[in-house]
């Protein structure tokens, strides 16, 4: 799929020059950057014009897109790839599992099937020291979806839709601490108020601190699996509002402040590729339930985030290591970055994100456990 083009957006910065590299990019990432032909003279990241109204964001992507899931074509057994790998590691029972012996750019069409299938159930799948640069990474990307090009966030320049990952750009302008590391360091899921909100995200860290950084995330499979079935009768097809991460102004009211992006999305929904329910709320940008009163909808919600976040046995704490890719799904599952290591140490690395389908719900989808014999019999 090619590459969507971002239409030019007003912006308060339109006339700012670029500005140079005054962080210090980690030796690690200019290495990779450089070796891909990155030019970086104009200085790095590259800052898009950033929009300042709502309507300009709205209209980036507001329309119905057709999306093919490609681990929907999979082969279950997913031999191609598996087979082709040296040792495959599943990390905990229900979510995560990682893969050795590949390189993600040499893969198949076959094997990029599979593995999209092999996300779809295993939630989150890590692939260490990995020879891959932002081009390859955006080309696997597309593989997945529409990539995701972000009119706020800095991306690798000449590379849309490859963002920069990399905290000490991010406390330029939002400065962290122990008490409050902000940023990626909550409980969150990517974009849920697009249109077409994301599905698999590909994050490659080529620089990473020698002591903590972790990435964890939680499966939603597992988290609807943890209602009874009574609550889930009561949740199942109900909506939410879902919101942005960044603000914008109302440009009919621009003294009203900033707003965010909100959109209505299922608040349980189904994976394409595996016909499995999911529960999908996020702490941070889940809003309201539709249709009931704040302090019901509060209730809720503040349940639902606690069984997803507290419940660590649908949960995988990563420890990176250089050169090692994520890719994760958004539609079914939360994730949370740790700050332990405090901006001490340098970490970057670079995200690619494809946009999946409008989220649906089917009340007659199993969850995770009764299509795979597990559920017992109050489940």
Same mark, same amino acid.
């Not at 020059?17 to 003279?41: C, F, H, M, N, V």
């Given at each position: 799929m090619a590459p969507v083009a971002l239409p030019i957006l007003p912006s308060i910065r339109d006339t700012v020059?670029? #500005?140079?590299?005054?962080? +210090?990019?980690?030796?690690? =990432?200019?290495? #990779?950057?450089?070796?891909? +032909?990155?030019?970086?003279? =104009?200085?790095y990241p590259y800052r898009p014009a950033k929009p300042i109204y709502l309507d300009d964001v709205y209209n980036v992507r507001d329309y119905d897109r057709p999306f093919t899931d490609p681990g929907s074509r999979a082969d279950p057994a997913k031999k191609a790839l598996l087979s082709a790998a040296t040792e495959v590691i599943q990390l905990t029972a229900h979510i995560g599992t990682e893969i050795k012996g590949l390189q993600l750019k040499d893969l198949t069409d076959q094997q990029k099937d599979e593995l999209g299938l092999l996300i779809a159930e295993r939630s989150v799948v890590f692939f260490r020291d990995q020879e891959l640069t932002p081009q390859e990474q955006r080309k696997l990307g597309q593989w997945f979806g529409e990539v995701e090009v972000h009119p706020q966030v800095p991306s690798v320049p000449g590379v849309p839709g490859t963002t920069v990952i990399w905290p000490a750009l991010q406390a330029t302008e939002f400065a962290a601490n122990f008490r409050n590391p902000g940023g990626a360091s909550r409980w969150h899921t990517d974009l849920v108020h697009e249109r077409q909100p994301a599905g698999v995200t590909h994050l490659h860290n080529d620089t990473i601190p020698s002591i903590g950084g972790d990435t964890l995330w939680a499966s939603g499979y597992g988290a609807y699996e943890k209602l009874s079935p009574g609550f889930r009768k009561f949740i199942d097809g109900k909506e939410a509002v879902y919101r942005s991460a960044h603000q914008y102004l109302d440009r009919n009211d621009p003294t009203a402040g900033p707003k965010y992006i909100e959109r209505v999305h299922p608040l349980v929904r189904v994976h394409p590729a595996t016909g499995w329910k999911a529960l999908w709320v996020n702490r941070a940008m889940t809003v309201r339930i539709v249709g009931l009163d704040k302090a019901e909808s509060d209730l809720i919600l503040g349940y639902l985030y606690d069984v997803y976040e507290r419940n660590v046995d649908i949960q995988v704490r990563f420890k990176w290591t250089p050169g090692t890719s994520a890719l994760w799904d958004n539609r079914i599952t939360i994730h949370n970055a740790s700050w332990d290591y405090e901006g001490n140490e340098p970490r970057h690395g670079t995200r690619v994100t494809a946009l999946a389908e409008k989220p649906y719900f089917d009340e007659k989808a199993p969850t995770r456990r009764q299509a795979l014999g597990l559920a017992g019999p109050d489940e």
């Open positions: 020059a670029p #500005r140079k590299d005054t962080l +210090g990019l980690p030796e690690p =990432a200019r290495k #990779r950057l450089e070796k891909a +032909g990155i030019d970086l003279s =104009a200085g």
